[in-house]
């Protein structure tokens, strides 16, 4: 469904984006993780056709992204970053003119409007102005649009950002929902969890490169040990520990077994076990998401 193959994009002599090569297949929900300016949105931005490309070639269902921009933009919705609905308009208005303008009848865009509307718990407040709605709402009127659209490709960058935690749980559920009618669905995030529990496959991009493209549970399993032991404060050390890594007050020990309870409060102030998870995959390769790559 989406195919790039050598995709690189220069910005002067700068490259946002390079050598990036991966296919993914339909009904697939692809997360791409990586640490602020790693490249996401200036690869949605290409998918998207927003954006050309200075390199290589990408294809979204079959169609290439410079060559046939115009197909592509029929098949796919978007969710851009930081994307805002358009303020004078009602929830209502705003997802049935986005379904009218796609070409649906009148009568299937009224539909399907209520029936996103209402899955986004926004039908109450659908003849308000969206200028008068929270910004989490109005987060939540532009992916009930592409909700409404049914489209074979759908892109959400850092959807989530800034939503509480039911309005994020409403955009999980919407993300399952694409997937089962078959949309495939790309989706940037800076929530590793978020990744793990909705991602099929997850691209890891740093400094504009591909770090890897994997299922989150097979990246997981290139974590060292089995557990992590994250102590808070001053430390006397885990002597068996696979790895190390320290963030800010916090050190985490990669371990085979978990120690012993007595061996536990020695260690520091505040001590957790917990298994290893796909943050520690983040941590352990491209450092902190949410800090600029150098
Ligand atoms: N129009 C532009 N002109 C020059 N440089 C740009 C432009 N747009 C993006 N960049 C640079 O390209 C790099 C990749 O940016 P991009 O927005 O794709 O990163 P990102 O992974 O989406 O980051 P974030 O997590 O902060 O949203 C960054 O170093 C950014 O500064």
Redesign the pocket.
């Known amino acids: 469904m989406i195919a790039c193959e050598n995709l690189g994009r220069r ?1 002067g002599e ?1 490259w ?1 984006l390079r050598g990036v090569t991966f296919e993914v297949g339909r009904g697939v929900v692809l997360g791409v993780l ?9 690869l949605v931005r290409i998918l998207t056709t927003e954006l050309m490309p200075s390199e290589g070639r990408a294809s979204v269902a079959g169609f290439d992204v410079v060559g046939e921009a115009e197909k592509i933009r029929r098949v796919v919705a978007a969710v851009p ?1 930081e994307s805002r609905p358009i303020d004078f308009l009602t929830p209502y208005e705003f997802v049935l003119s986005y379904l009218l303008l796609r070409g649906l009848s009148l009568r299937e865009a009224r539909r399907r409007a209520r029936e996103a509307l209402e899955e986004f718990g926004l039908w109450e407040v659908r003849d308000r102005e969206v200028d008068t709605l929270s910004g989490g709402m109005k987060r939540r009127v532009l992916i009930a649009a592409v909700f409404a659209a049914d489209a074979d490709v759908v892109f959400l960058d ?1 959807p989530t950002t800034g939503l509480d935690v039911y309005s994020r749980r409403l955009v999980w559920n919407s993300v399952a929902e694409m997937k089962r009618r078959g949309s495939t669905v790309v989706l ?1 995030t ?1 929530y590793v969890e978020e990744a793990a529990a909705l991602s099929d496959v997850v691209l890891v ?1 740093s400094g ?1 490169r591909v770090v890897d493209l994997a299922p989150p549970e097979r990246l997981v399993e290139k974590v060292p040990g089995r557990y992590v032991v994250e102590v808070y404060g001053a430390d006397g050390g885990v002597a068996e520990a696979k790895s190390v890594v320290d963030i800010g007050g916090r050190r985490l020990y990669y371990v085979d077994s978990a120690p012993a309870s007595a061996e536990l409060t020695k260690l520091g102030t505040r001590v957790v076990v917990r298994q290893k998870s796909l943050e520690d995959y983040v941590l352990l390769t491209v450092g902190e998401l949410g800090h600029e790559d150098s």
């Open positions: 910005y700068f946002a990586g640490p602020n300016g790693a490249g996401k949105t200036t970053q850092e940037t800076h991009l504009g």
